[in-house]
């Protein structure tokens, strides 16, 4: 047996503790005409292939990645042709080829 709910919804309780049942509330007013009726399901296509899209781009692993490589290289380079970073960059090789000089003139004397 069950009660009607206050809420309008068209919800149904039962008196005994088992399930709540759904069932279809009535649309307030008369029924939409066909132009309704086509707009609605145009909007709904539109959003449908939108949603359909979306899902498409992120399951496209590949496609991703690159994007985001795309975007590592371009802000690798304007950090690269930062006049301070050349400046570090090429103090770090100078200092690298110093060493290596004066290892190879100075090391070889005490083998």
């Known amino acids: 047996m069950t009660t009607p709910d206050a809420d309008g919804y ?3 309780r039962p008196t005994t503790p088992t399930a709540v049942v ?10 939409p ?9 145009s909007e709904l296509r539109t959003d449908l292939g939108e949603t359909l ?3 498409v781009a992120k399951s496209d692993v590949k496609a991703r990645v690159g994007g985001e490589l795309a975007q590592l ?5 304007q950090t690269a042709r930062q006049p301070r970073t050349l400046l ?4 770090v090789v100078a200092a ?4 290596i000089v004066l290892r190879q003139l100075f090391g070889r004397g005490r083998r």
């Open 22 to 31: 759904r069932l279809p509330a009535e649309r307030p007013g008369p029924p």
């Open 33 to 41: 005409g066909r132009d309704e009726l086509r707009q609605e399901i």
């Open 73 to 77: 290289r371009t802000r690798a380079t």
């Open 88 to 91: 570090i960059v090429g103090a």
């Open 10 to 12: 068209g919800l149904t």
């Open 96 to 99: 690298a080829v110093a060493g």
């Open 53 to 55: 899209a979306a899902l």
